[in-house]
């Protein structure tokens, strides 16, 4: 639904500075992009139902249209849309109320939907073998393509050994790898949460690595302050890029059992917390290293432990 017009100026300006808005207020990437994509397809349905004015919005239009949105299928992949994706949208259509409240003194309340009960998604670790085999088989391709392999291991050392969220890794920037103490500086995780991770020589010598000779081979100038790099434009990598190079590791894999999970850069953080855990680090240790507010969501891995290992 990105490609939604809207005909509408008023629309089209609140659209844009809502957008804005999110992005002065220090949200992450991936909201600042999506949630106006969300808001733009409700001003779309309101422009159908014949609404010209910001005036117009209020919250049994938004129910009438979330009840809609609740029978769309799903275009992609057939079915329904995903719980996840409801709560996703619902979300950006109460941050909308917000902005509205806020910046152009619209007093309505918040929608007052209630979240979905997210979709279930299995969670399935990579093991030790597994992250192994993925590491080595950079080496086949070395010779051939240095950068890149450089650059994947590069991925590997930041999803797996120091457990970064996607965005965690693409918003990671030179100055934010201290080398000298062997430590990762997470400026802006989840919730807005810094952290710091410290990673051991091995991981070091991937990024050092990659830093010094494989990223110069991306790099277009010298001003760019992103440490993972697109293959095309030499500016910060998108995440959609770093899964392809996952992919593409896994792809020249001989690994059958490997070959078959549907792998993606989170598997590696959910892997090595995981791992962690079966070699006794403490919960709360593992907690922080992930960054979660909670122990409640690193408790999940030690179920997951006790399903792979039999512990």
Request: proline share 5%.
């Amino acid at each position: 639904m990105k490609n939604l017009p809207l005909t509408n100026p008023a629309y089209k300006y609140l659209e844009q500075s809502y957008a804005e808005w999110l992005d002065v207020l220090g949200y992450s990437t991936s909201t600042v992009r999506y949630f106006p994509t969300f808001v733009r397809e409700y001003l779309h349905y309101m422009e159908q139902q014949g609404y010209t004015s910001i005036h117009d919005i209020d919250i049994p239009i938004i129910r009438t249209y979330y009840r809609q949105l609740t029978q769309r299928a799903n275009q992609r992949r057939g079915g329904g849309l995903s719980n996840s994706y409801l709560n996703t949208h619902i979300n950006a259509l109460n941050k909308l109320l917000e902005y509205l409240r806020t910046q152009a003194r619209v007093m309505l309340p918040p929608t007052g939907i209630p979240a979905e009960t997210p979709n279930p998604e299995p969670v399935t670790p990579l093991t030790s073998k597994q992250i192994k085999s993925l590491y080595e088989v950079t080496k086949i391709y070395e010779e051939e393509k240095p950068a890149l392999a450089l650059l994947d291991r590069a991925i590997l050392a930041i999803y797996y050994d120091c457990g970064l969220r996607r965005n965690e890794g693409v918003n990671l920037n030179l100055s934010d790898i201290d080398f000298d103490q062997r430590l990762l500086h997470v400026r802006k995780g989840k919730g807005g949460k810094a952290r710091t991770v410290p990673f051991s020589k091995s991981t070091s010598e991937h990024l050092q690595n990659y830093r010094y000779e494989g990223r110069p081979h991306f790099a277009k100038t010298g001003t760019e302050p992103s440490f993972l790099l697109s293959l095309r434009s030499g500016k910060q990598a998108c995440g959609s890029t770093l899964n392809k190079r996952l992919k593409y590791m896994q792809s020249q894999t001989e690994d059958v059992s490997l070959q078959q999970i549907n792998i993606h850069l989170h598997i590696l953080r959910h892997s090595i917390a995981t791992h962690l855990l079966y070699q006794g680090m403490e919960l709360e240790r593992v907690a922080q290293f992930l960054g979660h507010y909670s122990l409640n969501s690193t408790q999940i891995y030690t179920h997951l432990v006790e399903e792979v290992y039999g512990t």
